[in-house]
């Protein structure tokens, strides 16, 4: 279904998909490293330096000119964590030179202007330009509080923050907002060098591409020394049996967010994670979910209430936005619903709409190039490799008896409730 082609340049692996179902060609580049406390707020930072300047076009302005007269070439930059890695994305797109008037060399000139940005950034005195790095650090302190400001998002930071406590997950991608003030221009360059020698470098390459012309490119234009082979290990981890903990925070807010976690004990490389995905879908992950129709719909208790899952960790997230009068009644409908899983009280109607969501949700993924690479990526963060003809089948494939097995490894960890600074009628008073 995608044909991927992966071969090593010096530490770089290169993924080649050769397609003509996209009018533009897409480059994505990833580094990945272990989340770690010390690194989290430079790597924050990092990405968002270096697409402001370049030794060629040192300023925003100077290289969003240049992008412009690439026919409207687009950059993004991105920082994700998937399991206990962060991992930064840079995301270049042109338009396919097949189909404009004049035959551009746009991919050639993208992948320079890529080799630029990571290896000729906009210096001075040997480090980044002081200016540039002061601007970035402003606006990742808007961004890190644009988290407290949303309760939605600041709701889900929280409680992984609390179920989390001592492991790297705990912390945020977007780093830590008492670390901004601490970077300089020459830290964050030594930092810089540091990356490009030590992470995992992948880089994607998709749409009409031959692989051996994006290989010459590559070797032209992305040479860097080798590094000794890591091991990409597995992040889930065993935490000590403990009581399920309650947090109970009070903020100025009408609406309450109660957030539950769970551990799942399944992961994106264990045989049951096709069952696991399956689970989710029945239980909160699509608007057919029991916790959709029987906490929203029927019992008229939440605003929102779902679930998601994070695949290399091996957690379980049930988000839902409640009337704080309404706590114990929601934790009690939403347990009902977690112990009607494990029951296997769920119709076959329910397991093939899933299956059907599951899939078309796959598709319309694969549809977009950004998509096609984050589906793929998670074949470099696992040790697991899943094909997505493999994946489909095996989605199709799950029984009742899989769906019963998978939620029978789940297990509360963490309720964290997010409510007013008044007590609710349930007489909860605060932490």
Known sequence: MVDEKVTAVGPVRVHTISTD???????????????????????????YVLQSGTADYPSVKALRTYLDELYGATLNVDLTKKGEHHIMTIRIDV??????????????????????????????GGRFVTDIVEQEKRALRQRIQAVYDDKMRYANMRLVEEMCQGEPYALSPNGELEDVDGITAEGLYRYYERA???DELDLYVIGDVAEEAVLTAVKQ?????DRPKRECASSVSVKPQREVREVIERQDVKQGKLNIGYRTNVTYEDDDYYALQMFNGIFGGFSHSKLFINVREKASLAYYAASRLESHKGLLMVMSGIEPA?????????????????????????????????????????DTPRGLVEVLYHNVV????????EWIAGTDQVTREDVVRAADKVELDTVYFLTGMEATEDGKTGV
């Not at 234009?221 to 020394?225: A, D, E, G, I, Y």
């Open 326 to 366: 309404h706590y114990e009644k929601a934790r009690r409908i939403i347990d009902e619903q977690m112990q009607a899983m494990k029951n296997g009280d769920f119709t076959d109607e329910e397991m093939a709409q899933t299956k059907a969501v599951i899939r078309n949700q796959l598709l319309e993924t694969l």
């Open 95 to 124: 338009a396919n030179e097949r189909f404009l008037p004049e035959q551009t060399p746009l991919l050639a000139k993208a992948f320079q202007f890529l080799a630029d940005l990571l290896f000729r950034p906009a210096l001075e």
């Open 382 to 389: 696992s040790t697991r490799k899943r094909p997505i003809d």
């Open 196 to 198: 490009l020698a030590e």
């Open 221 to 225: 234009r992305f040479s860097l020394p």
């Open 21 to 47: 179902k996209y009018k533009t060609n897409t480059i994505v580049w990833k580094m990945k490293a272990p989340l770690a406390k010390e690194t989290v707020t430079l790597r924050a930072l990092l990405p």
